[in-house]
């Protein structure tokens, strides 16, 4: 399901979305797959509270990361292929898309992982 599906609260500019631990589909012939997409009108915040994250190989419990507006972001390589067979994900994050531009802080700045970006590579 695209990533809206998990919305849980609305402003005016923004919306905060929750993943939590659920059934990927509930057809018997439905294939869990991340969903692939891009953020073209929000940032997009998340904080990964626990759990193995279906569309993500290298965040851990506990990371923020920031994907700008109109920026592909998901899945990483080789997720798709880790989902084939999966029936529930145990995953806890909270998301936020804002639809006004983020401003990084100095403090973020100081917790930035350099080749996050690599993420999308292949083999990486």
Request: aromatic share 12%; charged share 20%.
């Amino acid at each position: 399901m695209p990533p809206p599906i998990h919305q849980t609260f609305e402003a005016h500019n923004f919306v905060v979305c929750s993943f939590v631990p659920r059934m990927y589909d509930y057809h018997p012939l439905g294939i869990p797959v991340p969903y692939n997409h891009s953020n073209i009108d929000s940032d997009e915040v998340l904080y990964y509270v626990d759990g193995d994250f279906m569309s993500r190989k290298s965040v851990t419990k506990g990371q923020i990361t920031l994907h700008p507006g109109g920026i592909p972001h998901g899945p990483h390589p080789g997720t798709v292929e880790k989902s084939l067979g999966a029936k529930e994900t145990k995953e806890l994050a909270v998301m936020v898309d804002t639809f006004k531009p983020l401003w990084l802080t100095e403090e973020a700045m100081k917790i930035i992982i350099p080749d996050y970006y690599k993420s999308w590579m292949e083999g990486k």
